[in-house]
Nanobody, 120 residues
Framework: QVQLVESGGGLVQAGGSLRLSCAAS????????MRWYRQAPGKQRELVAD???????NYTDSVKGRFTISRDNAKNTVYLQMNNLKPEDTAVYYC??????????????WGQGTQVTVSS
């Protein structure tokens, strides 16, 4: 089976930076897309950033120019570098991976979530 483990969340002041990491492990044959979502209290979960296996990236408008998604395929890890953080970035951040397993099943897997809190 596949596990995604997230790290890097925490409390930061507005204007600060954090770097989130999410490492996938287990019965992985190939990882296609990797993504970061976030969900604030009382809000709908939203897609923050996406990166394909070929390195093509997409961002939600509110984070463009501030966040950067990247991946290290050798480590099965996706990162989210968050700069110039704003209070409205406060949320639980979840990583997601589209995985082809060793038994050739394609499924989405989710991390447990990591809290990011930005104070004003």
């Amino acid at each position: 089976q596949v596990q995604l483990v997230e790290s890097g969340g925490g409390l930061v002041q507005a204007g600060g930076s954090l770097r989130l990491s999410c490492a996938a492990s287990g019965s992985i044959f190939r990882i296609n897309g990797m993504r970061w979502y976030r969900q604030a209290p009382g809000k709908q979960r939203e897609l923050v950033a996406d990166i394909t296996s070929g390195g093509i990236t997409n961002y939600t408008d509110s984070v463009k120019g501030r966040f950067t998604i990247s991946r290290d395929n050798a480590k099965n890890t996706v990162y989210l570098q968050m700069n110039n953080l704003k209070p409205e970035d406060t949320a639980v951040y979840y990583c997601n991976a589209d995985v082809l397993t060793l038994v050739l099943r394609r499924s989405d897997y989710w991390g447990q979530g990591t809290q990011v809190t930005v104070s004003s």
